[in-house]
């Protein structure tokens, strides 16, 4: 990280000067969704938003078992998908919520809880592929078309997948956006939103195992990570030093939050990693697979040729012996041997 000096606070550092330069983080703010989590309202809606989810997949994965054995569902895929509800809730709930709307860095650790673990935990649940799985089959094959279609393919591109992932974070922090969108508890849940849509398109696209149809090969993926890597790493430094950006909060809550980013931001994209690798590893086996099997049905095509149902092999011994006995010369280079032509003059020459 860089130690370079950061522009003085625009005004004193203290809770006052919280009050006064974060004045949207939820200070004052009973209603209007839960902007600080501590009335009922803000605590019911939060946490309902995240058990609706998890109550869908648990039925989605009920009527996959009473399908049959062959659409029985993983224990570890259902597990991952709940986890990641249950962070999506930790971060929208007390004690997490009420500290991210007085402090810059609680509002990074929800920011990471959202955008970047949970997504990792929802799409390693594959639940399109789940839901694929037990609709009927023309409502399965509606959302595979639509999966297909070009808005599908413009949304699931990896550029777009990264521009809204990681480049919408420098516009978040690089200019007023934030403390207009912090200015009010409305503009809360549009971050949480946009955090969990940007990092579930992001984790689908690089390493989820459900089916895209714009998504790119093992070492593509790779690259798109190091990129997102390499942006959340000068992203964070530039927000420790202070330079090109406009977060309306004190300087040491704003270096903390930096701290945050970089450190816990490598470790949600080591796992993203790990999670690129173990789906990278089964198709490289089926590939080897497909490749040795294609190679034995070649080398048997080649050695085992026929001719009106004699093998190829056999008739070129036999007029090549024909010829030994008769003294002929070799047919010309080009003319097969072993061809019906080659085996008349054979004959002709021994009669």
């Known amino acids: 990280m860089t130690g370079g000096a950061a522009p003085p606070p625009a005004h004193p550092v203290g809770p006052a000067a919280l009050a006064h330069t974060h004045p949207g983080t939820g200070h004052g703010h009973g209603g209007g969704g839960g902007a600080g989590g501590g009335d009922l309202f803000g605590v019911l809606l939060p946490a309902l938003a995240a058990l609706v ?29 709940l986890a990641g509800c249950g962070l999506a809730a930790a971060a929208v709930l007390p004690p997490l919520a009420p500290w991210a709307h007085g402090d810059f860095r609680g509002h990074m650790a929800q920011h990471l809880l959202i955008g970047m673990y949970a997504p990792v935990a929802l799409v390693l649940g594959a639940p399109v592929t789940l839901l694929l799985r037990t609709l009927p089959g023309a409502r399965a094959r509606t959302l595979t078309a639509l999966l297909r279609s070009r808005p599908a393919r413009l949304l699931t591109h990896p550029v777009t997948a990264l521009l809204l992932n990681t480049g919408s974070l420098a516009v978040l922090y690089c200019t007023p956006l934030y403390g207009a969108a912090t200015a009010q508890p409305w503009g809360h849940w549009l971050l949480h939103l946009h955090f969990l849509a940007a990092g579930c398109l992001f984790a689908w696209v690089v390493a989820g195992p459900d089916p895209a149809p714009a998504r790119p090969g093992v070492p593509a993926r790779l690259v798109l990570l190091g990129v997102a890597i390499a942006g959340h790493a000068v992203l964070s430094q530039l927000m420790y030093g202070g330079f090109l950006i406009d977060i309306p909060a004190p300087v040491g809550q704003v270096r903390g939050g930096a701290e945050l980013m970089y450190y816990g931001g490598d470790i949600a994209e080591l796992l993203l990693a790990g999670a690129v ?75």
Do not use: I, K, M, N
């Open 277 to 351: 690798v173990a789906t990278w590893r089964p198709r490289r086996a089926a590939t080897a697979r497909e490749r040795a099997r294609s190679r034995a049905v070649r080398g048997q095509s080649v050695r085992t040729p026929s001719v009106r149902g004699q093998p190829v092999r056999a008739r070129s011994v036999r007029a090549r012996s024909a010829r030994v006995r008769t003294g002929a010369p070799d047919p010309p280079a080009g003319e097969p041997a072993g061809g019906s032509g080659g085996s008349r003059r054979s004959d002709a020459q021994a009669a």
């Open 53 to 81: 989810p998890a109550l869908g997949y648990l039925l989605l994965v009920r009527r996959a078992h009473h399908r049959g054995p062959r659409h029985e569902w993983s224990a570890w895929r259902s597990a991952s998908f």
